[in-house]
């Protein structure tokens, strides 16, 4: 159970502690942060409510520590994140308790995320022992006007202090995505979880801390953003920012000054079906793509665009398919789950009501019980509605009808997301053409938009965020090029 047992070091009475200098502390604040169960709607666990103070000691820390953990070798670097994922895949049960009670992520999803997760850290460590361990040569008569006098060797370099922040969808998974390459690369790591999802992340920090990584080159703090949010953003210690989650990352964006930001902000992917479709295939991919974890995922399918010719039996069968979701509690393995907030479903009933009030057609009847919302299909949506460009983040699926290819990627285009999206047709030449022509980060061909493979590239557009993730690309993000250069006397050729 959760704070029991390997973990009864991480919980004081009925408060979780925070971790700083390889140790749980309690905040000398004295105040706590509540976390609602989604289902039941009352408190479930504590965390610390940490102080502005206790982050600058948390960043004098982090900073004292990477300057000796940049000088570790890269097999050493790795052969602890091997280690702590090692853990965390044999500790995966109280974790994933804690994802069902603090995030209502369905029981066996939970597990599956955080084995998924002792994976990542595992292919990081082996990725970034690669890519790290090699530099460039480059010699100055490749330019014109140069002979061979000079021989530039450049490497990669860690950033310093990384800032990770996680969103509640997947507390565990997109933290590692963060620490992960930042450790490998040579930094140390600050994590301020999200409220819903912090005692999940807390136990993931502790399987790191049980691996013997050095004092202070991770930290977790938990606390108000009110209180704290800005503070750690705009933190003179911090070198690099990964943020994950909506529209706040904007606000950080415009407030971090100098430094590296690797920003994914949410989407509104659309879903657009050709006329030669199969449409098995479609409503299997809207049902996964639209429903699972009930709506709550950036690469969820947001929006089905679907020629007038075929919307009819498209819509049918992803009736029929809606019809079978189980709807109810996450420890009982349903489809679909209380949604994470309060707050949210009311959002969400926001659009349903406008969606209502402007005559779309409603496929099934709208149900809400507390945080429970029973999945929707909206056919006949119209442009003029909210939910055409709003991200419900709910089981709350709008279908468009089109008439052209081209007005399909109009719709696409206009909105102010660009994270994913994806088209169903049998022809090769039109979905790569249609690929082009969205504006989105990824476009994924005759399947539903997903966040993966790990190691796969993710990144967005416009409002969806800055900069590429995936493994690669988040260790290359984390580090910073250092070129020495060797002056020769005179010009030096080999001569073979």
């Known amino acids: 159970m959760a704070g029991n047992g390997l973990f009864a070091e991480i919980l004081d009475g009925e408060v979780f502690k925070y971790y700083v200098d390889g140790e749980w502390k309690k905040s000398t604040s004295g105040k706590s942060v509540s976390i609602i169960n989604p289902t039941t709607r009352k408190t479930q666990y504590k965390v610390q409510a940490c102080s502005q103070e206790e982050v600058n000691k948390v960043m004098d820390s982090a900073k004292s520590a990477q300057k000796s953990w940049a000088k570790t070798p890269l097999w050493k670097r790795a052969e602890l994140l091997h280690k702590a994922a090692a853990i965390l895949k044999e500790h995966k049960d109280p974790i994933a308790e804690c994802l069902v009670k603090e995030i209502a992520k369905p029981a066996k999803d939970a597990v599956t995320g955080v084995v998924r997760s002792g994976d990542l850290i595992s292919y990081t460590a082996e990725e970034g022992v690669r890519i790290l361990g090699e530099g460039k040569f480059l010699v100055s008569d490749s330019f014109p006007g140069n002979e061979r006098t000079k021989y530039c060797l450049t490497s990669k370099i860690p950033l310093g202090v990384v800032l990770a922040i996680p969103p509640f969808n997947y507390p565990v998974n997109l933290a590692v995505s963060k620490i992960g390459p930042a450790l490998i690369a040579g930094n140390s790591i600050v994590l301020k979880p999200p409220t819903q999802g912090a005692v999940s992340a807390l136990h993931m920090v502790h399987c790191f801390h049980l691996a013997g990584f050095p004092k202070g080159l991770i930290s977790c703090v938990t606390g108000k953003g009110s209180e704290i949010g800005d503070f750690l953003t705009m933190h003179p210690g911090v070198n690099c920012i990964s943020f994950t989650g909506g529209d706040t990352g904007v606000a950080i964006s415009k407030k971090a000054g100098m430094i590296p930001l690797q920003m994914e902000l949410g989407g509104k992917d659309a879903c657009i079906v050709l006329e030669d479709a199969d449409l098995d295939l479609v409503a299997a991919n809207i049902i996964k793509g639209g429903f699972s974890y009930s709506g709550q995922r950036c ?123 994806c088209v169903f047709t049998k022809d090769i030449n039109k979905a790569m053409m249609i690929s082009d022509a969205m504006e989105t980060g990824t476009v994924q061909i005759n399947s539903a938009p997903a966040r993966g493979p790990d190691h796969f590239p993710f990144q967005g557009i416009k409002d969806s965020g800055i900069g590429s993730q995936g493994i690669t690309n988040s260790i290359n993000m984390m580090t910073k090029v250092k070129t020495t250069v060797i002056n020769l006397p005179s010009p030096s050729y080999s001569m073979g």
């Not at 009736?319 to 907030?341: F, H, M, R, S």
């Not at 349903?352 to 945080?371: H, I, L, P, S, W």
């Not at 991200?391 to 660009?418: D, K, Q, T, W, Y």
């Open 299 to 421: 690469t969820a399918v947001k929006v089905v665009l679907v020629m007038e010719s075929v919307a009819d039996a498209l819509v049918e069968k992803v009736k029929a398919k809606v019809a079978k979701l189980t709807v109810g509690p996450p420890e009982n393995n349903c489809d679909i789950t209380p949604v994470v907030t309060e707050s949210s479903a009311n959002f969400i009933e926001g659009l349903v009501n406008d969606a209502k009030e402007k005559g779309a057609t409603f496929c099934q009847e709208y149900k809400r019980e507390g945080n429970l919302i029973w999945p929707l299909l909206l056919d006949n949506v119209r442009p003029d509605m909210r939910i055409a460009w709003e991200e419900p983040f709910g089981p709350v699926l709008p279908v468009i009808r089109i008439n052209s290819v081209e007005e399909g990627i109009h719709h696409c285009n206009a909105s102010n997301f660009g994270l994913q999206g």
